[in-house]
């Protein structure tokens, strides 16, 4: 196998670390010696719960339901993720049997 | 601080981390396995996974590198990627505020997992925030960068059929999605994110999704400004 040269790659990721890194500290950097707008204020509140929601959907958004198992397997665990965090919010119970019945259905269906 | 306070904060750290776990363990071996397998020495597994440490960053990295595109190209695209980390730290201002030590540590180690636990997960009562987000974020790459180092290693060698066990981490954000319901009880912000995902998916499709998605959902939250407290 030919290896890419090991200059090129070591730079590569340099690169892509740096742009990540900065990625994650701007908003720190931006607001580090002025105080953010009260609209930030606003925002600081209800951005996790929009993440949270698009995390969610992000993770389903390749599901194909034209062909079998049609999705099933992942609407019912994450039904069961969400009922039975619902019922006893245990989060280790609720990921632990909901990621044991993905398993499971994506094996039997 | 006592050291039977810093044996509940990692005890609380690990507790919480124990779904990342299973998905980082588990996504980090196939992440290191395909890297290998382009052509990669392993050890450069490790060395992603320590200094970029951005999952979906990493698997896009291993076809541009086997491509040898251009580094100009592999940083324009990672930082479409991970543009959606702006906004991360945008709600985590006021949180990390009272951080000192481990501040930059925690600002570099922003993923999508750690933040839906430090936002929603509280520390326990006598922890400081700080030693608990520290305990969440360093457990959490540690488990990226085992998985990886494993994958590129032995990846090949693991027996079991471990297909679906990823589904952990689409559990934890339906985890951190009840949560964070049970305590912003607007409708708006999920209604909002939802309608901006739905546009999002038809405007730019699946893969740069996400990051459409959540400025979608910035702008279209704004005018609930006076109806929201």
Redesign the interface.
């Known amino acids: ?4 040269p090991l200059p ?14 900065m ?6 950097l931006f ?1 580090m010696k002025r105080k ?1 707008p009260a ?2 204020d ?21 599901l194909s339901f034209a062909a079998r198992p049609y999705g099933i ?2 609407i019912a ?2 039904l069961a ?2 009922l039975l ?2 019922w006893r919010r245990n ?2 119970l ?2 632990f049997s ?2 044991a019945l ?2 499971v259905l ?2 039997v269906m | 601080m006592s050291s039977s306070v810093d044996r509940r904060a990692t005890r609380a750290a690990f507790e919480a981390s124990v779904p990342v776990l299973l998905g980082y363990i588990t996504i980090g071996i196939a992440f290191g396995l395909l890297l290998q397998r382009s052509g990669q020495s392993w050890w450069i597994a490790s060395v992603m996974s320590l200094f970029v440490y951005a999952g979906a960053a990493q698997f896009m990295a291993v076809g541009l590198l086997a491509a040898g595109t251009s580094i100009a190209e592999v940083a324009v695209l990672t930082f479409v990627l991970n543009a959606r980390h702006m906004v991360y730290g945008l709600s985590l201002l006021d949180r990390f505020a009272a951080c000192r030590r481990f501040k930059a540590y925690l600002v570099f180690a922003l993923t999508d997992e750690t933040y839906g636990i430090l936002t929603t997960v509280s520390p326990p009562p006598g922890v400081s925030p700080e030693a608990f987000y520290a305990r969440v974020s360093a457990l959490d790459q540690a488990y990226w960068v085992i998985g990886s180092t494993l994958g590129a290693l032995i990846g090949g060698l693991i027996p079991f059929d471990t297909r679906g066990i990823d589904f952990a981490l689409t559990a934890l954000f339906i985890v951190l999605l009840v949560e964070q319901i049970r305590s912003v009880k607007k409708a708006a912000p999920y209604l909002v994110a939802t309608a901006a995902s739905g546009l999002a998916l038809l405007a730019v499709g699946p893969t740069n999704f996400l990051i459409v998605a959540i400025l979608a959902a910035i702008v279209g939250i704004l005018p609930f400004r006076k109806a929201l407290p």
């Open positions: 196998m030919s290896a890419a090129y790659v070591l730079g590569a990721i340099l690169a892509m670390a740096a742009v990540t890194v990625c994650r500290a701007t908003p720190f607001f953010p609209v930030v606003y925002l600081q509140k209800y951005i996790p719960p929009m993440i949270m929601t698009a995390l969610v959907i992000n993770s389903y958004k390749g397997p992942e665990s994450g993720v969400a965090h619902l989060t280790l609720s990921i909901g990621t993905y398993m994506i094996r």
